[in-house]
């Protein structure tokens, strides 16, 4: 009686993972080498903060459920069911030994779970971090901002699903400039100049609240139930953070052995 919630944060759970994979290699020793590759998989756990995070994440907002109605059994915050790679590189020969390449790269966003900002504990378990919102369209401003996310389409009129939307996916491109300058005996020697990131897509901690407490009302209460006034987010879905790794240029001498 002297505590009002005690939760325990339990270190075991599964992961089910499963992938399939399919590529295609092209190897010449002048002209057009290609490497193509896609990976469709799908990982569930019921691991919530298995990304990281504060450690309330990791607390069920549900903790009344278990077994098949347990709420955290689902998508895992690794889930990334789409993988491909493109790599092409142009080889002049031998002799002189001229590389151009590039390599194009895309995978899907990560998934995220519709809430609040951390530190608003809705339910009122102790973290800030773990509360799912309840989709609804009443809240001014919800229906037009529903009507862009099939992920909240699907949830409308309950609580949402574990990692039911998804980020923006992301694509990067990377190029390769090679020449043989000498050999030292049979070491034969290139410049080699790399581009990264040349083209990449902004990558970051996403905007999961879909509504904001409304710092214009006031908390209140009726029949018993505590009412927080709230707003829609504009902002859900979008980068809070961006942690994107910036573009650069490289340039060594190889030797290959």
Known sequence: S???VVSGIDPTGYSDYWALTVSLDRVAERGINLRAGYTYSRTTDNLPGLAGGPIGGQLSPFPETTGAADWRDGRSDLDVPHR???ALEWRSGAAAGLRLGVLARYRSGY???PGFRDGVD??????GQNDPAFVSDTVAGAADLIGGWSCLRQELG????RNSCRGSSIVTVDARFAVRLFSLG???AELVVDG???VRTDEGLVDRALYLVDPAGSPGTAAGRVIVPLVINPNFGRLLVRRSAPAAVRAG?????
Not at 122 to 127: I, L
Not at 158 to 161: E, K, P, S, V
Not at 253 to 257: A, E, G, I, T, V
Request: aromatic share 14%; no cysteine.
């Open 2 to 4: 002297d505590f009002d």
């Open 84 to 86: 491909a790679a493109l």
């Open 111 to 113: 998934p995220f779970t």
């Open 122 to 127: 809705m339910n009122g378990d102790g973290s």
């Open 158 to 161: 309950r609580l949402a699903t």
């Open 186 to 188: 049979d070491l034969p």
């Open 196 to 198: 990264l990131n040349l």
């Open 253 to 257: 001498l190889r030797f290959n052995f």
